[in-house]
């Protein structure tokens, strides 16, 4: 099992690290591809004209007159030590570990941006995902030993309405149904579970409803159709042929097998639920990773939409180790592959 999990973080550690070199890429190549330089997305102020001496002071600041290669190491390498950053023109900065760069748009280091944005949409995700994951795992689950009863066929037809709903017109409807008519919330802002638990929750229940619907349709149908796969299996006929009680056979046999699809899907949704967030911390006004990314791309701010995206790969790396132990622990055949 150990070398199992030092196999996947080995993994994890080199896909993170051709994520790094892909984003560098992207976002350094492509100004550039345009006929602009990166220069124009990293101050504030206009820059001088292209070509001029003040320009070529700006492009040696920030290192972009350097080969590609030193200029993708000299970036990789102070996101771990700490360093002062200049914008060129006198003004600079200290960038603290760690280090993802400086927005002098916002005239903050990228770090203390998404360290501020991660409570938000961390708390959005958690109880979004065990919202989506319990409601669809408890449909599934009865609609797949009750195949065709009335309680299936509400299950699927709701689900089927959730699926067809984007996420954009549910938080919307749901603001103007629960809060502004028929008033069962307050309209609160955000505010820290630390400062006050209270308005917390109550800011986070619509929007952690609003994720949770399309998910929790995608997982009641994967259930159903895994639990009547599953309860047709020669083992499951075999428990029962053993006498054991019902529970047992549906709880520690059929839905454990069941859920091994579950768990994938569950990681990899997971992982890539900061796109999802976008809309949601919009309509919901929460100032977390999915708005600061927005705020960035409509600013021009190359920095953070970086430091943003590294943050949402790293997501999804840990989220994938974190499936593959699991899927570990549930299935031991899969430590031998």
């Known amino acids: 099992m150990i070398r199992y999990i030092i196999r996947r973080l080995l993994g994890a550690v080199v896909v993170v690290w051709v994520v790094s070199v892909v984003t560098f890429l992207i976002f350094q190549l492509a100004p550039k591809l345009s006929g602009q330089s990166p220069v124009y997305y990293y101050i504030a102020k206009q820059p001088p004209p292209k070509g001029s001496v003040q320009f070529r002071e700006l492009e040696h600041a920030f290192g972009f007159d350097r080969p590609l290669l030193q200029q993708y190491w000299r970036w990789l390498t102070q996101i771990f030590k700490a360093h002062q950053v200049s914008n060129g023109s006198g003004e600079s900065s200290a960038c603290h570990l760690p280090c993802l760069g400086y927005s002098f748009k916002l005239h903050t280091q990228v770090s203390s941006l998404i360290w501020d944005a991660i409570p938000v949409s961390l708390g959005l995700a958690v109880g979004a995902s065990l919202l989506w994951l319990v409601g669809g795992l408890l449909v599934g689950t009865i609609s797949g030993l009750r195949p065709g009863s009335i309680f299936d066929r509400i299950g699927m037809v709701g689900t089927l309405t959730a699926v067809s709903v984007p996420i954009f017109f549910t938080g919307p409807i749901l603001l103007l149904l629960v809060v502004y008519k028929w008033k069962w919330l307050p309209d609160v802002s955000y505010a820290s579970i630390t400062d006050d638990p209270v308005q917390w929750l109550k800011s986070m229940i619509l929007p952690w409803i609003a994720l949770a619907f399309a998910f929790a349709a995608l997982y009641a149908r994967l259930t159903r159709a895994n639990m009547m796969e599953t309860m047709s299996e ?104």
Do not use: C
């Not at 006498?243 to 097998?257: E, I, S």
């Not at 977390?288 to 927005?294: A, D, F, Q, R, V």
């Open 234 to 337: 020669d083992f499951i006929r075999t428990a029962r042929a053993k006498g054991l009680p019902r529970r047992t056979v549906v709880l520690k046999h059929g839905l454990r097998a069941a859920l091994t699809p579950i768990i994938t899907i569950f990681g990899i949704d997971l992982g890539t639920l900061i796109g999802s967030m976008v809309i949601t911390e919009t309509v919901f006004n929460l100032k977390g990773l999915g708005w600061l990314s927005i705020q960035a791309i409509r600013g021009k701010d190359l920095p953070v939409i970086m430091g943003v995206t590294i943050i949402a790969a790293i997501a999804l790396v840990v989220a994938n180790v974190v499936v593959d132990v699991l899927y570990a622990v549930i299935d031991p055949r899969v430590r031998l592959s």
